[in-house]
C-alpha cells in the first residue's frame, strides 16, 4: 500500500503540505513574537514586505533590532 501511494504521488503531496503549514506557523508565531517585542512594529516593518517568509530576512531583523540570534537559538546548521 505504501509503495503504491508512493508511486502516485500521495506521499510526497502529504509531505509537501505538512512542511508548508510548519512554515506558515512559523511565519505567524516569529511575526506575532517580533511585533510584541517592540514599541514601533509597523514603522520598523515598513518596506519589508513579508520578511517572515525570508528566514535570513528574520533572523537579520531579530539580531538587527532585538539582539536576539534566532540563528543560535535554533541551531543553525549552514553545512560550512
Known sequence: M??????TGS???????TIENIVGIVEVL???????????PDGILTGKGKFCQRLDDLADLFWNVLST???AAVGENTGT
Do not use: N
Open 2 to 7: 505504501r509503495a503504491g501511494a508512493r508511486e
Open 11 to 17: 506521499l510526497d503531496r502529504t509531505f509537501i503540505d
Open 30 to 40: 516569529a511575526e506575532r513574537t517580533f511585533r510584541s517585542l517592540v514599541t514601533d
Open 69 to 71: 540570534d534566532v540563528r
